[in-house]
């Protein structure tokens, strides 16, 4: 069988992209294959792990939830967006760089775009505030302590950046 | 870990998603959050060969507190009513339940009516629609009829609606100012399913006692299980051992399953321990809202 092609248009870290998918395309496999957007990793494939995490819209949600052609003229920002402009590492990139907050970094991007989403709408958590925000992303290496610590880290580099 | 091939459609309108449904009949699905549907896709549990998205519907994302009621429109994400300090004051358990709800990221895309309309007995929101007896608008092109919270569940992730039909909007009564509620669950990990979870609604008399006390179950059967323990209560206080007798009533009323998360006896007991708590949380919150005159 033949499967309808849908043609889509997504705005992707700053960027116009145009796609020409099956409905069933799951947003994590469009961006990793169509887009060759390959920071967002694919753990587990049912929304446990949190490894896909990207900004729809500025919300963080899972890319193996969604269908691309559901994201069709809709804003999406992966690890690749968070970046600052001069190319040099953003704020929670940087914390997590500076407090060792990964290890096999295979769950860090997920990390990175869910803790950036949460610093947006909570720029001052509490310890507790910022265990609660990564609840959702699963990380085998390195016991929490070391992203906990980032999370607080980056909230302080980007307090500092605007001061 | 890829979903099968599906037929796509993404109506901007009720009357072309009422219309899509219609003519898919049984082989039509509704695609609203989808944060149970497509991990159900993924793994093949579920097959549907039209998939009909309702997000593009303007007014499916609408929700209005009204001094009468929350109502609560089908694409309205976890994370936005929650988030709403009217639907909190009207009815503050909707609050109390959705942080139990999966992870914020979840919640962002998640919907509360599709969450209510997979019907899972595990779901907090499905023990909220059938505790305070919310009532589900179901809609087909053959029109639009409403079904109470108690005739809504038929069983583990069955529900009212039928073939051609969708569920377009939730809607609760205010409650009234003596009344509190709570809700509290165990689960192996913050966010996961619950082994056992309770929610509770009791309403105080102008002298701060019970009058009536209800509470439903999740977790612990094919659908919640609402119990009525107003006669056991009225008239208690706080301090008072009945609510020991009535959390333990509730734990003998009821027949929880082993399954490889718990045994069923494991789950009896968080049931009496969780409706001790739950009953005792639901009337301070009661004395609160009393006080403070909402």
């Given amino acids: ?163 | 870990m890829k979903p099968a091939p599906f037929e796509y459609v993404h109506p901007t309108s009720r009357e072309g998603v009422l219309a899509a449904l219609a003519e898919s009949g049984e082989d039509g699905k509704v695609l609203a959050g989808g944060q149970s549907l497509i991990p159900l896709l993924s793994m093949r549990l579920a097959s549907p060969k039209i998939l009909v998205d309702i997000n593009q519907v303007p007014e499916f994302s609408s929700l209005k507190v009204t001094p009468s009621h929350v109502e609560i429109g089908a694409t309205v994400r976890h994370e936005e009513l929650l988030n709403s300090v009217e639907a909190r004051k009207a009815v503050p358990l909707l609050a109390q339940a959705l942080s139990y709800v999966a992870h914020p990221v979840i919640r962002n895309r998640g919907t509360c009516v599709g969450s209510i309309a997979h019907a899972d007995p595990s779901g907090e929101l499905t023990a909220v629609l059938s505790l305070l007896d919310g009532v589900v608008t179901v809609e087909s092109r053959r029109g639009s009829r409403e079904v109470n919270g108690v005739d809504f569940f038929v069983g583990p992730l069955e529900s009212a609606i039928k073939p051609g039909e969708v569920a377009t909007r939730v809607s609760f009564a205010r409650l009234p100012s003596q009344m509190g509620t709570s809700c509290t669950e165990v689960a192996r990990r913050h966010g996961d399913y619950a082994l056992v979870g309770v929610c509770v609604a009791i309403l105080l008399t102008d002298e701060e006692l019970v009058d009536r006390a209800r509470i439903a179950l999740f977790s612990v059967g094919p659908t919640p299980i609402v119990i009525d323990v107003s006669e056991m209560l009225r008239g208690s206080r706080s301090d008072c051992q009945r609510w020991q007798d009535a959390a333990r009533f509730i734990a003998s009323s009821v027949e929880p399953e082993t399954d490889i998360h718990a045994s069923a006896a494991y789950r009896r007991n968080l049931v009496e321990v969780l409706s001790n708590k739950g009953l005792k949380d639901a009337y301070e919150s009661a004395l609160k809202r009393m006080r403070e005159g909402q």
């Fill in chain 1, 1 to 163: 069988m033949s499967e309808t092609l849908f043609d889509i248009q997504v705005l992707v870290n700053g960027m116009l992209r145009n796609g020409r998918v099956p409905a069933r395309r799951l947003l994590s496999d469009f961006l990793r294959h169509d887009l060759q957007l390959t920071g967002t990793h694919v753990g587990c494939e049912h929304g446990v792990c949190g490894a896909c995490t990207v900004l729809l819209n500025g919300k963080a949600v899972r890319a193996c939830l969604l269908f691309a052609v559901s994201v069709d003229r809709q804003e999406i920002v992966t690890v690749e967006g968070l970046k600052n402009v001069d190319g040099t590492l953003g704020a929670v990139q940087q914390a997590f760089h500076e407090c060792h907050g990964l290890q096999c970094g295979f769950c860090t991007p997920g990390f990175l775009t869910t803790v950036s989403a949460f610093l947006d709408e909570n720029p001052h958590p509490t310890e507790e505030e910022a265990r609660e925000a990564i609840a959702g992303n699963l990380c085998r290496c390195t016991g929490y302590q070391n992203i906990v610590k980032s999370v607080m880290r980056a909230a302080e580099i980007r307090s500092l950046a605007k001061s």
